[in-house]
């Protein structure tokens, strides 16, 4: 909420906070989209590579085992992921309303 009224300086403070919380959202979705790609591996190949490697060697008992593991790790990486993802989404939307923010005072001051 902007006050009728409002200086150039606390206008330029707003265009500051948009410009910075905006790199601040990019770097973060750069850096989930980056990592995505370790965790997709770390799904897909540590246990699976294991029972294929040791297969003429693992009892069926082994295998239950195996299974159990897999799905803890899928559970445990799906919450990471959540996890960042929710982080990259709040950073995306805090840059979002601190636009808004500026375009709002921006007109306020200057309705053109």
């Known amino acids: 909420m902007v006050i009728p009224g409002t200086s150039i ?6 265009r500051q906070q948009a ?6 959202a990019e770097r973060i979705t750069e850096h989930y ?7 997709l591996v770390l799904v897909f190949f540590p246990i699976p590579f294991v029972v294929v490697v040791l297969r003429l060697e693992i009892e069926a008992w082994g295998y239950y085992i195996a299974g159990a593991l897999l799905i ?12 960042e993802s ?5 950073a995306v ?6 636009r ?3 375009e ?8 053109l």
């Open 72 to 83: 803890l790790e899928w559970a445990g990486l799906y919450m990471l992921d959540g996890r």
């Open 19 to 24: 410009v910075e919380l905006s790199a601040r």
């Open 104 to 111: 709002e005072a921006r007109q306020e001051i200057n309705p």
């Open 86 to 90: 929710a982080r990259a989404d709040a």
């Open 93 to 98: 939307a805090a840059a979002e309303k601190a």
């Open 100 to 102: 808004q923010a500026y």
């Open 9 to 14: 300086d606390a206008l330029e403070r707003l």
């Open 33 to 39: 989209n980056r990592t995505t790609w370790f965790r």
